[in-house]
Nanobody, 124 residues
Framework: QLQASGGGLVQAGGSLRLSCSASGRTLSNNVMGWFRQAPGREREFVATIDWRGSKTQYADSVKGRFTISRDYGKTTVSLQMNDLKPEDTAVYYC???????????????????WGQGTLVTVSS
């Protein structure tokens, strides 16, 4: 299971840090990442990181503002979100898969494992 935390209400320009930890299964060699879903919109890719913590990918909309991190081989991944904008408001979901392709931006594949989601609200 994936457990996400750290969501909340913040003003535009502020920062939040999301965390996701895995339990109950061995995901240390899985790719982990974040997706989000805003009201009335489809779920979209945000960021992903490989199991070594060295390879990352970001959606264009968050590049330079969000940073995904993970210790080598660990099953806890964080998403530092800075300079938040109202359009970042969404439910953020942690996800994991053994296949990088399933976690990459624009992929037709979907991650195998999902967390329950944590709400981020950015006020203007």
């Amino acid at each position: 299971q994936l457990q996400a935390s750290g969501g909340g209400l913040v003003q535009a320009g502020g920062s939040l840090r999301l965390s996701c930890s895995a339990s109950g299964r061995t995901l240390s060699n899985n790719v982990m990442g974040w997706f989000r879903q805003a009201p009335g919109r489809e779920r979209e890719f945000v960021a992903t990181i490989d199991w070594r913590g060295s390879k990352t990918q970001y959606a264009d909309s968050v590049k330079g503002r969000f940073t995904i991190s993970r210790d080598y081989g660990k099953t806890t991944v964080s998403l530092q979100m800075n300079d938040l904008k109202p359009e970042d408001t969404a439910v953020y979901y942690c996800a994991a898969d053994s296949n990088w392709r399933a976690m990459a931006i624009g992929s037709a594949l979907k991650p195998s494992y999902w967390g329950q989601g944590t709400l981020v609200t950015v006020s203007s």
